[in-house]
């Protein structure tokens, strides 16, 4: 079976700070795809990034940045130079690669920048 | 916006009532699917339906219900509500072919039973 987990489960910094948010998954398929999804106060989910699992390559968007390891199971996300519009409650998913299966989402993390 | 609505954005009802939450889809996507969000168990796929078709079955009790029309609108039918079910319903959709596609969010209803 599918698990995601997300061990913090709030995190406040101050505006400017870099902040990182974990992310480890368990699955026994050999291909699958990750994603990161938040949601502000305002209710909405809003999809970041997805990375499928033959791509190990990070990325950097902006102030957002993406480090997937396969060999410790972990899609860590990190906002540099953290903004007050930043806060928001922040889920990690998972999906089989094939067959566009439903999301397994972990019980997300809740970042509070603050001014 | 995700091009994903859903309505009504709030509903209010009683327990032991019955109601439908919609979901229209992005143009184009064919799958659409159904998730709970409550406080204490998270985000949990409810259902997914493929072009009119189930397609895959989560942790939906058997007083849920939803179908997908043929114009590819979904409704969720909820009934013999109870203080549980309380929570926030999101619609997603995405194109629903073999390979996975991203799945863009609704901004969800927000069920309140009383």
């Known amino acids: 079976a599918q698990k995601v987990t997300q061990a913090q489960t709030e995190i406040s910094v101050v505006e400017k700070e870099d902040v990182t948010l974990d992310c480890v998954y368990e699955t026994r398929d050999t291909t699958y795809y990750l994603f990161w999804y938040k949601q502000p106060p305002s209710g909405e989910l809003v999809f970041l990034i997805r990375?499928?699992?033959?791509?190990?390559q990070n990325e950097i968007s902006g102030r957002y940045s993406w480090n997937f390891q396969k060999s410790t199971s972990s899609f860590n996300f990190t906002i540099t130079a953290s903004q007050v519009v930043d806060s928001a409650v922040y889920f990690c998913?998972?999906?089989?690669?094939?067959?566009?299966?439903?999301?397994?989402f972990g019980k997300g993390t809740r970042l509070s920048v603050i001014a | 916006d995700s091009g994903v609505t859903q309505t009504p954005k709030h509903l209010i009802t009683a327990t032991g009532q019955r109601v439908t939450l919609r979901c229209s889809p992005r143009?184009?996507?064919?799958?659409v699917y159904w998730y709970q969000q409550s406080l204490d168990q998270g985000l949990q796929f409810l259902i997914q339906y493929y072009n009119g078709e189930e397609r895959a079955k989560g942790n939906i009790l058997e007083r849920f219900s939803a179908q997908q029309f043929p114009d590819l609108h979904s409704e969720l039918n909820l009934s013999s509500l109870e203080l549980g079910d309380s929570a926030l319903y999101f619609c997603a959709s995405n194109l629903g072919g073999v390979s996975t596609d991203t799945q863009y969010f609704g901004p969800g209803t927000r069920l309140t039973v009383l």
């Open positions: 143009s184009g996507d064919l799958s």
């Open positions: 990375r499928n699992s033959f791509d190990e």
């Open positions: 998913a998972l999906s089989e690669a094939q067959g566009n299966t439903p999301l397994v």
